[in-house]
């Protein structure tokens, strides 16, 4: 009888052992904190309830940027979805979907100022675009950290109170797979030199254009490389109590400057958060590479701003002095380049039979040019939990309790329902960002042309 309860005990803690070993830190690491992190994070738990998510986020701190968001019905959709019924912390009568309409602007003309002359050339009144059968909506737009913050609220609406969802300053370094476990293991450094390893039962990437992550995947040999497109934009906020008031665009009217000697030439302004907030946007050609733009300071970035539009009115330069170094964001315009020779090309969403994937501008970074990037960012994000979460439900079983197969036969499945609308939208993306560069009239017919990609674009 000894012998035999001995034999018990020891298989007993074997078993345990071995669970225990196998037992990962997280369900879900998501490599990036930004906008598409965050919302990943935020759909994931707000369709699974019991799942542990865990966000790596290389920046030591979440700063406000001088980005302005462009969210059409699509996004819109797609954060009704993620948010859900989410409270805020703030006031438990207001839900956090409704601060996000509070917050956003809907967008509704368009004033066009030549700058050779100072004469308005043309007045766009924005027309609404179809949404599913919810009648007609047109775009809107919201300042980058305003989301980022209900976001961030979301997610600590979704985690338990002693629970922290986000490691700043956790830098990506490598992966490994253990197939005998059905494990990621994630490799970080945290600090000057430390280094920190976490396990997971799936890995995502979503640290954008310049992802760490795509790198080590390879799909057919090789993997997407940045197209830039010889184009610098840069992106401010300034106080309106510090602008003339003459200049301070009504809500939901931008005025664009465009110069007609140079098509590429741009400047906008808009007014935001209740005209408390003036947004500036500027695009300009340059032959500078993405690799010296980003190495310039702020006070650098400024002084090359005002240079490249030294010709343009007063008026403009003087918001650009209004700028303080720290507020001005700057980056190329640029792409993640596709196999065109592929009829429906199947993008780089993840590796073989390991449990990782790719998603929003890590696999499909694409031109600002349709102001979708964000947009399909939200989609993948929903996308994503509601697979996940109809996966979990048909196993009739708790996220941890998911096979690696099964966790893989979603991840195909994301892929399947993904990759042909995104396919699309890259596609007319990069097509209208050439367009802009040539003639106005180009672009109005492109658009026309293609009426039925738009409809079907917003009623996703």
């Not at 919810?134 to 980058?144: A, M, Q, T």
Request: glycine share 6%; charged share 20%.
């Amino acid at each position: 009888l000894l012998t035999f309860l001995s034999i018990i005990w020891t298989v007993t803690s074997l078993c345990t052992h071995q669970s225990t070993k196998h037992h990962p830190d997280h369900d879900v690491i998501i490599v990036g904190g930004s906008i598409c992190g965050l919302a990943t994070a935020v759909a994931l738990k707000s369709q699974i309830s019991s799942i542990n998510v865990q966000i790596c986020e290389r920046a030591t701190s979440l700063r406000p940027t001088g980005a302005l968001l462009s969210l059409f019905p699509n996004g819109v959709t797609a954060l009704k979805n993620i948010l859900g019924g989410l409270q805020t912390t703030r006031d438990p009568k207001v839900s956090l979907f409704q601060m996000l309409s509070q917050q956003s602007v809907p967008s509704q003309c368009t004033i066009i100022k030549q700058v050779e002359t100072g004469q308005v050339t043309d007045v766009r009144v924005v027309k609404s675009v179809e949404k599913s059968n919810e009648g007609k909506s047109p775009g809107r737009f919201i300042l980058w950290y305003q989301l980022q913050n209900i976001l961030l609220e979301a997610l600590e609406a979704t985690s338990a109170a002693d629970v922290n969802c986000m490691s700043l300053g956790c830098e990506f370094q490598t992966y490994s797979f253990n197939n005998s476990t059905g494990l990621i293991r994630a490799t970080f450094k945290s600090g000057e030199n430390t280094i920190v390893t976490k396990t997971c039962r799936l890995l995502i990437g979503a640290d954008g254009i310049r992802s760490t992550l795509r790198p080590l995947i390879s799909q057919s040999g090789s993997t997407p490389q940045i197209r830039s497109y010889k184009r610098i934009i840069y992106r401010a906020l300034i106080d309106a109590k510090d602008v003339a008031p003459d200049l301070i665009p009504s809500i939901g009217t931008a005025v664009v400057y465009k110069s007609a000697t140079n098509v590429g030439q741009i400047f906008k302004l808009q007014s935001c958060s209740e005209a408390k907030t003036i947004a500036l946007t500027a695009t300009v050609s340059t032959e500078d590479t993405e690799e010296v733009v980003r190495q310039w300071h702020s006070s650098e970035a400024k002084s090359n701003w005002r240079n490249a539009f030294s010709d343009f009115p007063t008026d403009v330069l003087d918001l650009i002095d209004l700028c303080p170094p720290c507020s001005v964001y700057t980056n190329c315009v640029s792409d993640l380049q596709i196999n065109d020779k592929e009829q429906i090309p199947t993008l780089c969403w993840s590796q073989g039979d390991e449990p990782l994937l790719l998603i929003g501008d890590a696999v499909h970074g694409m031109t600002p040019s349709l102001g979708q990037g964000a947009n399909v960012c939200m989609e993948d994000a929903i996308e994503l939990a509601m697979i996940m979460r109809q996966t979990n439900e048909a196993a009739d079983t708790s996220i941890d309790g998911l096979t690696h197969a099964q966790i893989m036969k979603a991840i195909r499945r994301f892929q399947s329902v993904r990759n042909d609308r995104v396919v699309e939208i890259h596609c007319s993306s990069r097509n209208q960002a050439s367009i802009k560069l040539s003639a106005e009239s180009s672009l109005k017919n492109y658009q026309e042309k293609n009426e039925d990609f738009f409809r079907r674009l917003y009623k996703w």
